[in-house]
């Protein structure tokens, strides 16, 4: 079922719709800073936008930064939100049960092919714009990212208070603000209750500003796995979207209702992280960690965010997907 | 009814919130059997359907289908059922031939190599007379391709049964006829039938067993040919009814211009005849009056959910 679910996947022009036009924002971006040379301060804009000019090699991550915010998860809701509310209100959702194709499997196809297309997606995305990056700015000398990063993170501190108000106006809107609001705004919130700061990782945090102000050229073997790891993490990020428009499209037979429900629950997370307010929920919200991904470019690679990450994302596709399966297996389909 | 069933329920009941779908439904349908479900727009006969196949779980009762209880067992049941659910339904953008295939290879011989695939699919579209079809997508074919396309699906794994809803909609008379030849010459090869419609002259034309269901309930569950049973009365035609009448006197029933019904005598046509006769009155024809599926169908069932009119204005005069 998981080979006839990738072809339907693969045979959709729908899909390629997504994931050209996932590819075509970096590369416009690219075309625009390679035409003027106008690159954003460090600390501005897309994290990395600023070091691509030295290094074109670094591109793929600055692209990764681009769509993260809204391209990806929008292409994310719009397939997973789909992919049985379609079903269903095309009709086909009944041969397919008939046939027999059991309720369980159909579902865990359903989930293989939306993780395939994340992972098609990210791999795209990086892989298009390392060839735009390299065309037009040169492969560069990498250090790039080690000495443009601690500046992101060297102003963590005076950016701090900017971040809650930058962030919900950006919301998803401002993406690339809400990139930079984010990763200023998170230590940010460390810092306010300075008895919580875990000392180690501050310590971590400061040494990295320094060391990356006189930073070590990364090995190209070392890019690419930054970068792996990077791409890895951000697919794992989209996995609890999948999750939220794939529960909701068994729930409804509209694939526009799924698909806006997960934007919206998505959206009202974002609100809510930068919010000091709502401090309490915010560290189980599935947005919570998606800049996480960027820790990946610290010198030293700095885990801590990430591993929350992958448990929140963890505990997300589990829980909604149990409750996915429950209710599609014991309901009436009628459609 | 010796032969085996192949689908018996036993109160079977669902409800839909407040609305009683299907309520208390005892159907038997015979191995090798045409079996027509028949019944007004809104009475049930999706949902029964639906509930036959797993789709939707019953409220109460029990339903045995190929000798295997439902839902519980479905999955072992299902790989030898054909089905047409509530029209057809393809994926638009892709053609005919690779909607079967996607269709074959999600069903119980989803290991089978891409040539046997291709053959089979070629096989089915050859018999519901798509055999001809073009790379077209689907969302291109007319209601009547769609339709022939969806019974295709239905013939992919040789079904012991066929199950289906309004298989004819939307085809053409010259269409609903090659259907109707190809469901028999399939149900001559030992293939059951089970054929929901909301068309009389359907059921009439393709069945041996009918089941009427109205508003939820089966009222009547019989061999065709035992429901169109005599009714007791013969049909006279005469040009002369005026002295046919006098002759007759107040065995007459009804009278239509030249058309009498009779209660039947004694002795029965043979001896009506010779009594005419002996009277000078003149014969075009003599039959035994048969109640017609449709005066029965009116006389067990109300108007259809989808009127407002009540019963005793929707019977005929």
Partial sequence: ?335 | MSAPLVIETRGLTKRFGAHVAVDDVDLHVVEGARYGFLGPNGSGKTTMVRMLLGLVYATRGEITVLGRPVPSRVAEVLPEIGAMVEGPAAYPHLSGRANLALLDAAGPRRRSTGRSRRRRVEEVLERVGLGAIDRRPVRAYSLGMRQRLGLAGALLDEPRLLVLDEPTNGLDPHGIREVRDLLIELNERGTTVFLSSHLLAEIEALCTTVGVVDRGRLVLEDDLDAVRGPTGRLVVRTPDPDAAARVLGRAVAERHDHTLVVDAAPGGPPALARHLVENGVPLDGLVEQRRSLEDVVVSLTGPGSDTSRSRRNGARP
Avoid: H
């Fill in chain 1, 1 to 335: 079922m998981i080979g006839v679910e990738l072809q339907k996947l693969v045979r959709r022009p729908r899909t390629w719709v997504a994931v050209g036009l996932l590819c075509l924002l970096p590369t416009i971006v690219a075309v625009f800073l390679a035409t003027t040379r106008i690159s954003p301060p460090p600390g501005q804009g897309a994290a990395f936008l600023s070091a691509v000019l030295q290094s074109g090699s670094l591109y793929p991550a600055a692209a990764l930064a681009l769509v993260l915010p809204i391209f990806l998860p929008v292409a994310v809701a719009v397939i997973a939100g789909d992919s049985v509310a379609g079903e269903s209100s095309q009709g086909t959702l009944r041969y397919l049960l008939v046939r027999p194709v059991r309720r369980t499997s159909l579902l865990v196809a359903k989930l293989v092919a939306v993780v395939v297309f994340v992972v098609g997606s990210v791999l795209a995305v990086a892989g298009s714009s390392y060839v735009v990056g390299v065309s037009l700015f040169g492969a560069g000398d990498p250090v790039a990212v080690v000495r443009a990063l601690p500046e992101v993170t060297g102003g963590d501190d005076a950016v701090a208070g900017t971040g809650p108000e930058a962030a919900p106006a950006g919301g998803q809107v401002g993406g690339s603000a809400a990139a930079s609001g984010g990763q200023a705004q998170r230590p940010g919130a460390d810092t306010g209750d300075a008895t919580a700061v875990d000392p180690d990782a501050a310590r971590e945090r400061a040494q990295a500003s320094v060391s990356s102000l006189s930073g070590e050229a990364l090995s190209p073997a070392d890019l690419a796995a930054r970068l792996l790891g990077a791409m890895g993490y951000v697919t794992v990020s989209m996995l609890g979207v999948a999750a939220i428009a794939l529960f909701l499209s068994t729930i409804t037979t509209s694939s526009l209702g799924a698909t806006l429900g997960a934007l919206a629950a998505l959206i009202t997370s974002q609100v809510l992280v930068s919010l000091d307010a709502a401090a309490s929920v915010t560290p189980y919200l599935p947005t919570r960690y998606w800049l996480a991904w960027v820790d990946f470019f610290r010198d030293p690679i700095f885990l801590r965010d990430i591993t929350a990450g992958l448990w929140l994302q963890a505990g997300y596709v589990v829980v909604l997907m149990l409750a996915a399966w429950a209710n599609f297996t014991t309901k009436d389909v009628t459609s």
